[in-house]
C-alpha cells in the first residue's frame, strides 16, 4: 500500500528552528509537496521538490532524497504564525497526490 | 471571483437527503479535485477530473457523484447522506494533473 508518515504534532519555541521530517512509501514517485493549513483554512502551497537537495524559499526550506523515501521541511526564525499543521504529499506513478495526515507545529514565546 | 470559490461554507443536512457541493474556478485550471479531510485522517480524495467532460474516482468515491460540464464547476453530490459523510470537503484545481494543486476555503458538512 501506499503510505506517507509524518509526526502527528511538534513543538517549537519563537525564534527557533524547527524540522518536521516526511517519509513515504508510494508506487512511483513524480515529485513531493508542502503544504500549511491553519486551523479552519484550506491548505497554501509552500514547496514542490522533483529532485534530490535543498530547495530555500525564504525562512522556509524543503529537501528531499528519493533513495530514502525522505524529505523534510525546515522553518527558521519560527514566529507565532507559523503555528500550523504541515502536510507531506507526493506525487505517484498515476500522478495522484497521496497525503501525509498532517504535523500539527505548536509555536511558544 | 479570484480563485476558487465554494458553497456553502457549511451545512447541517439530515441523513437520506441529496446535497449537492458547488466548486467554481476562474483560473482557467484543466484539472479539479474532491477532497474530504476528517481528524487525524488527513486529505481523502473523492472524485477528480483531468478536464472538462472527464472524471474520476478517487480513495473514497462511495455515496458521492461529480460531473464537469465545463472547465469552471465541478459540484459534488451526495445522493442519500449518511452521518460518516460528517467532514469539511475541499475543492481544488491545477493547471494540469501534474502541477500544484490550490485550494478552495472548504465546506463544513454536518449529517445528523
Known amino acids: 500500500g501506499q503510505n506517507i508518515d509524518q509526526p502527528t504534532e511538534m513543538t517549537a519555541t519563537e525564534g527557533a528552528i524547527v524540522q518536521i521530517n516526511c517519509t513515504y512509501q508510494?508506487?512511483?514517485?513524480?515529485?513531493l509537496f508542502w503544504y500549511q493549513q491553519h486551523a479552519g483554512e484550506a491548505p497554501t502551497f509552500l514547496s514542490y521538490?522533483?529532485l534530490d537537495g535543498l530547495e530555500e524559499k525564504g525562512r522556509f526550506s524543503s529537501f528531499l532524497s528519493r533513495s530514502k523515501g525522505y524529505s523534510y521541511l525546515l522553518l527558521k526564525e519560527l514566529q507565532m504564525k507559523d503555528s500550523a499543521s504541515y502536510l507531506c504529499a507526493v506525487t505517484d506513478s498515476n500522478y495522484q497526490l497521496i497525503w501525509g495526515a498532517g504535523t500539527k507545529l505548536i509555536i511558544k514565546p | 471571483i479570484a480563485g476558487i470559490t465554494q458553497a456553502p461554507t457549511s451545512q447541517i443536512l439530515a441523513a437520506g437527503r441529496r446535497m449537492t457541493l458547488r466548486c467554481t474556478q476562474d483560473?482557467?485550471?484543466?484539472?479539479m479535485y474532491w477532497y474530504r479531510q476528517d481528524l487525524g485522517l488527513g486529505l481523502r480524495l473523492i472524485h477528480y477530473?483531468?478536464?472538462?467532460?472527464?472524471?474520476g474516482k478517487g480513495e473514497v468515491p462511495d455515496g458521492y457523484s461529480v460531473s464537469r460540464a465545463n472547465t469552471d464547476d465541478f459540484p459534488l453530490t451526495l445522493a442519500s447522506a449518511v452521518p460518516s459523510q460528517t467532514s469539511v470537503y475541499f475543492c481544488?484545481?491545477?493547471?494540469?494533473?501534474?502541477?500544484?494543486?490550490?485550494f478552495g476555503p472548504g465546506t463544513r458538512l454536518t449529517v445528523l
Open positions: 481544488a484545481s491545477s493547471e494540469t494533473a501534474t502541477d500544484t494543486q490550490y
Open positions: 508510494t508506487s512511483g514517485f513524480n515529485g
Open positions: 521538490n522533483v
Open positions: 477530473s483531468n478536464t472538462a467532460g472527464t472524471t
Open positions: 483560473m482557467r485550471h484543466n484539472a
